[in-house]
């Protein structure tokens, strides 16, 4: 079965949530008329977090640090190349060639900032270079057709900067594998792909599910003629905002979308759509589901804000101005409507090029390119959740996402498949798309 995340008949959604904010957005003018920030929020019922309670403080001590040196890492590339969690302590790795003394002054003084230990993070140098992983995944990728015809199902290949080898996951056929590769295999890692689970959410029929004009990022959507998905975040093009959600929820231009108001999990009759004036948001307006790119723009009348929180929730955060980079060992969460806000994940390999639909999974041999993958959450991946905002809160003390993409899928595993906005950006708009 096809596990690009779009709810139809021919399609197994999933969704990946970060703790932080998700965005809809469809195509209406920046200043629309749409009142102030705070006039919507208090219009939708939002309630600000209060991080003067010291309960709250306490419990977030950890998180802020966790927060704050993946802020670190996201906003120094050219230093930082990724970070892993090794029991209690983050190992965080900097390119070959980078000052390792200035990093670890940088990331010691995170770690005091927020009163942890002094083993809470250590920092070390890539084994490989970024030039020798990227030729070493194109030499692998060459081989994806080979490797298929010997019996190896493989559900994606990347590059893992912390190992310096090449992550390739498998279903099965690991030794066919390994002989078609040959000296190619000292530089692989092979890791099994993992079983989908089906988590249940129960009813969905507040917040994300009983939303109006401006949407926000976060809402359930259907589309005409069948389906359904979530919506992304907001974005800028032109002087025009609309909702960036995955392209395989509509595949072509000009699908009409709307809101799911009121709908149950499970329950959602496939091929509903309701065209009425209180639940419509826009149409496709620019699409692209290839090997190239998963994303389309929604026209409509969007928020700044995309909901935080499970399926009930009535909080909703801003969506920052900046976006992510894709650094290995990163948390982030994604906000599908099916799922709620689901956490726990970190960005495992980028670029990710991944057989959505493995034999395991489907009959189609197809491959997404230039896709990110994080891992960590077995259980935080349903139908409906595609085209979910991919994010995580900006710093430790505000109340806001920077988002990273939109989700695509779960390549035939529990892990979070997503498209990164950077590449949605470079084809759509040739870097010019803002957000929100």
Excluded at 5 to 30: D, H, N, P, Q, Y
Excluded at 129 to 152: M, P, Q
Excluded at 276 to 298: A, V
Excluded at 367 to 392: C, E, F, P, R, T
Aim: proline share 3%.
């Amino acid at each position: 079965m096809n596990n690009v995340a779009r709810r139809r008949s021919k399609f197994v959604l999933v969704g990946a949530l970060v703790a932080s904010v998700a965005i809809v957005g469809g195509a209406s003018a920046v200043a629309s008329g749409e009142g102030s920030p705070d006039d919507i929020a208090k219009a939708k019922g939002v309630a600000p977090v209060d991080l003067t309670d010291p309960a709250i403080v306490l419990q977030r001590r950890e998180q802020r640090f966790e927060d704050d040196l993946a802020a670190l890492i996201d906003q120094d590339s050219s230093v930082f190349a990724g970070q892993r969690v090794t029991g209690n302590t983050h190992v965080v790795y900097v390119k070959q060639g980078a000052d390792i003394a200035s990093a670890t002054q940088r990331v010691d003084a995170v770690a005091e900032t927020w009163g942890m230990q002094a083993d809470a993070a250590s920092v070390a140098t890539a084994p490989k270079s970024e030039a020798e992983l990227i030729d070493l995944h194109s030499r692998v990728d060459a081989l994806l057709d080979e490797l298929k015809t010997a019996g190896a199902d493989i559900c994606g290949t990347g590059p893992d900067v912390v190992l310096g080898k090449i992550q390739v996951d498998i279903e099965a056929g690991q030794a066919a594998a390994e002989k078609v590769l040959g000296d190619l295999a000292d530089s692989v890692h092979f890791v099994p792909c993992h079983t989908t689970g089906s988590p249940d959410h129960g009813a969905l029929t507040t917040g994300r599910y009983s939303d109006f004009p401006p949407w926000y990022g976060g809402d359930g959507i259907y589309m005409a003629g069948g389906g359904y998905c979530t919506a992304g975040f907001p974005v800028t093009k032109n002087g025009i905002r609309y909702m960036l959600i995955s392209g395989h929820c509509v595949e072509i231009n000009g699908i009409n979308v709307s809101a799911a108001v009121n709908g149950v999990n499970g329950t959602w009759p496939t091929g509903y759509y309701s065209g009425s004036s209180s639940t419509y948001m826009g149409h496709s307006s620019q699409t692209e589901f290839s090997t190239n790119l998963d994303s389309s723009l929604i026209s409509g009348s969007y928020g700044s804000r995309i909901w935080i929180g499970s399926t009930s929730t009535t909080t909703a955060w801003e969506v920052d101005t900046s976006t992510a980079t894709e650094v290995v060992g990163n948390p982030v969460c994604h906000g599908g409507a099916v799922s709620g806000q689901q956490c726990g994940y970190t960005i495992n390999i980028s670029p990710y090029t991944w057989h959505y639909e493995s034999t395991t999974c489907g009959v189609k041999d197809s491959y997404l390119y230039n896709m990110a993958k994080a891992i960590g959450n077995s259980s935080g991946l349903q139908g409906g959740d595609s085209g979910a905002a991919v994010y995580h809160r900006k710093t430790s003390t505000t109340d806001a996402v920077v988002v990273h993409g939109t989700v695509s899928g779960n390549g035939c595993n529990t892990d979070l498949v997503y498209e990164p906005f950077y590449r949605t950006d470079a084809v759509f708009a040739g870097g010019g798309l803002s957000v929100p």
